[in-house]
């Protein structure tokens, strides 16, 4: 050990190993390797077997010339002088790749180096444990290194590392000396930005929770960003994880960003993560080294293109492309690497939320403060729901045993009379089961072990029938080991398979808080804001929110001069009454647009009934240019339809209510000068939906509010949101639907529309 100057960047152990220890091919070709849960009870059981003197989790640091390692072993032996590093797997232990070892027997040397300054020892042995969650063998390698060996290893490793250490400390000095001196990139402050800025900032200096509702149009992203990115250095927060639900949002966020450190050259490296499936550029490859050449030598040309990277200030989907391709390596796998050495990461929620996500997997395992901005955030409670919800299909579970090896067969026959016991039980077309069903999942969980003891025994891929089954199956086991009253479990029925052997059995996640409630503690901060949050409590409810966690509700820098809100009367939206309503809403529509020609966007529940009054406009008034969204639109043609929206143009755009035109569009101006809402918004009364609404009024009291009516209601205002933009804008909404009129209805609606009896006709 040497120097003895205050640590100036410090880094885990793990981190320290993968940064120098890597070489070779990136191979994630699918291996029966054991989940994090089952590795996590692997170290357990390895640890109960060991003797008096044991310690798991042992915490170990050191420095070496400033830079501080830091970490946990995984098990010391008093008795023995024996430092462990366990590693959990299934299959033969020779079948491990070498570069694999070798970085695990990197990281027990750097332990072993660790312990021995500890504690002034000349020797210490190391043991890699490699233990089969299958079999519950264990495999033990061993050797004795002194301490004077160990001494050169470790320096040899942080010597490696030492260059880019302090290039990454030099990077943090600069960046934080920048940000205490950012500007806010406007002349002022738009009315009602300053509070919310202020408010994201008191939240983020006393590490607090904070639900803002706010406006749309105010500028959120960069009135969030602004105060967020002053906070870091006094608060020493690492990372700031921008997460939104759309691209617009991640667009925007980026702009953001790059609009707030561009006046002052604040070097705030900025990354984008896309989904491995938009950013692989050889979809037609398996991703390993015989098959994909970014993959073959990715390790070997990382530190060329990271350091390339590094340098790239905001690292978008297209500036991380061309590096990667520069250097020949996978694009998404590089934006992987990245999000070790970026000050903001900008992506979807389920990066941070989700069962597996990366950032909070890798802000747990490096001990980083983030700061974590929610946009849109009315939008999680229903993503993190699908992110903790699973199912298995009946008709999936047969094409798997059509292909599967005969020993995989026999397990899935036993899941198919599991299966049936459970369809004889619940012959409804919709059925919510009393519990989970213990024997299926049993049979579900033998089945996924014996495909995974297939694959250690014959490498190689699976068929995809075969695959998608074991991992819907790996899911739902998942999912049913923390089964509870956060969510149900049901079977139903297609109406075009009405059979009892055709049925899908879903673990359905209500309320996503217990999941979701340790990545809000876990922050430094976290930030959710929406123009239509609903209120505290449901909140704090569905999402597990600190108790503590602040609200804010900012006012509007809009008046109701500038838009006027009308509320149709005599049109009732509800299905029943819905064939009857299509010609007056056309003609609404006509009307409306003659009065005042310009470019509209016009919502209704589905797409239907949207085509319906689409249909029926055309017939009415053909000199009125219209153009409808289409299902499953790629990214290419959203923008077709928004580019339509020009300066000076007049028609009508068609869309769904809450689809990828009710929120996240900008249109200011006279890009857009009105919207008809052709429904409450109400979600689909149905079997599930009503279960769920008996489930939220059990646990809080509030079923129909929490089901139906703020999840519509969110919908409405977004959707009428897109008309004003700035405090020039002019514009029209028409609220169609004699609900509207409900003094309960015009309750949740923004305060500054000043929705009274006037607006209605």
């Not at 906070?231 to 980026?254: C, E, H, N, S, Y």
């Not at 959710?528 to 900012?554: I, K, N, R």
């Amino acid at each position: 050990m040497t120097g003895t100057t205050q640590p100036a960047y410090t880094i885990a152990v793990r981190a320290l190993c993968e940064f120098t220890a890597k070489a070779g091919d990136l191979d994630l070709r699918f291996t029966p390797s054991p989940s994090a849960q089952e590795g996590i009870a692997g170290h357990a059981v390895v640890a109960a077997r060991r003797g008096d003197g044991y310690r798991a989790e042992l915490p170990l640091s050191g420095e070496w010339n400033g830079l501080r390692v830091r970490g946990r072993a995984d098990g010391y032996d008093e008795n023995e002088n024996l430092i462990e590093e366990i590693k959990t797997h299934r299959g033969r232990p020779e079948s491990i790749p070498d570069n694999h070892r070798h970085l695990h027997w990197a990281q027990v040397r750097v332990y072993g180096h660790l312990l021995c300054q500890e504690r002034g020892l000349d020797t210490v042995n190391l043991a890699l444990v490699y233990y089969d969650i299958g079999s519950g063998v264990e495999t033990v390698l061993r050797e004795q290194r002194d301490s004077a060996w160990l001494q050169t290893h470790f320096a040899g490793l942080c010597e490696r590392f030492s260059s880019w250490a302090a290039q990454e400390s030099a990077h943090r000095t600069a960046r934080n000396d920048a940000l205490t001196q950012l500007r806010f990139p406007h002349a002022d402050f738009r009315p009602g930005q300053r509070h919310l800025a202020e408010s994201i900032y008191r939240a983020n200096t006393s590490g607090r929770c904070l639900l803002a509702q706010a406006p749309t149009g105010i500028g959120k992203t960069v009135g969030s960003l602004f105060p967020t990115l002053k906070a870091m250095p006094q608060q020493g927060i690492d990372k700031v994880f921008f997460l939104a639900a759309k691209t617009p949002g991640r667009r925007l966020a980026l702009d953001g960003a790059a609009k707030l450190c561009s006046a002052t050259a604040t070097p705030l490296r900025v990354l984008e993560l896309t989904a491995r499936d938009k950013a692989c550029e050889h979809p037609d490859k398996a991703c390993h080294g015989d098959a994909c050449p970014l993959a073959r030598g990715f390790y070997d040309r990382l530190p060329a293109a990271r350091a390339a990277a590094a340098e790239v200030l905001v690292l978008d989907r297209e500036a991380l492309r061309t590096v990667a391709l520069d250097h020949d390596v996978c694009p998404y796998y590089l934006g992987s690497e990245m999000t070790r050495w970026v000050d903001m990461i900008v992506g979807d929620y389920n990066y941070y939320f989700d069962g597996g996500a990366m950032l909070y997997a890798l802000a747990q395992a490096n001990g980083w403060k983030a700061s974590v901005l929610v946009d849109e955030a009315h939008n999680l409670v229903n993503r993190a729901r699908s992110m903790y919800s699973a199912e298995i299909d009946r008709e999936l579970l047969r094409a798997a045993r059509a292909v599967a090896p005969p020993a995989v067969k026999k397990a899935l026959e036993r899941v198919g009379r599991a299966w049936t016991n459970v369809d004889k039980g619940a012959p409804a077309p919709y059925q919510l089961l009393e519990s989970m069903p213990a024997k299926l999942v049993d049979a579900l969980q033998d089945a996924s072990s014996t495909i995974n003891e297939h694959l250690a025994a014959f490498p190689g891929p699976l068929d995809p029938d075969l695959q998608r089954f074991h991992f819907d199956a790996l899911q739902f086991a998942r999912l049913a080991e923390s089964f509870g009253p956060h969510s149900l479990v049901d079977l139903s029925r297609d109406a075009d398979r009405p059979t009892l052997r055709d049925s899908t059995i879903c673990i359905r996640n209500v309320v996503p808080a217990p999941f979701l409630g340790p990545r809000f503690a876990a922050s430094h901060s976290s930030t959710l804001f929406s123009g239509t949050l609903g209120t505290w409590q449901y909140c704090t409810d569905t999402l597990g929110l600190p108790a503590d966690t602040a609200w804010v509700e900012v006012d509007s820098p809009f008046t109701a001069s500038q838009l006027d809100v009308h509320v149709a009367k005599g049109i009732s939206t509800r299905y029943q009454a819905r064939a009857a309503s299509v010609q007056p809403i056309a003609e609404l529509i006509a009307r409306q647009f003659h009065e005042r020609p310009g470019n509209y966007l016009a919502f209704f529940s589905s797409f239907d009934y949207m085509d319906q009054v689409a249909g029926a406009l055309a017939k009415l008034d053909p000199g009125v240019t219209a153009w409808r969204q289409e299902r499953r639109m790629s990214e290419t043609a959203r923008q077709g339809f928004i580019d339509r929206f020009a300066i000076g143009g007049a028609g009508v755009g068609f869309a769904v209510l809450g689809g990828a035109f009710g929120e996240g569009v900008d249109l200011p101006g006279e890009r857009l000068i009105g919207a008809f809402v052709a429904t409450l918004g109400l979600p689909q009364v149905n079997p599930v939906n009503e279960q769920l609404r008996e489930r939220m009024q059990t646990l809080f009291g509030a079923g129909y509010d929490y089901t139906y009516l703020y999840p519509g209601i969110q919908k409405v205002v977004q959707a009428a949101g897109r008309v004003i933009r700035t405090e020039q804008d002019r514009g029209v909404v028409w609220l169609i639907d004699d609900r509207f009129a409900q003094p309960g209805i015009r309750a949740l609606m923004p305060a500054w529309w000043e929705l009274g009896a006037h607006n209605s006709r």
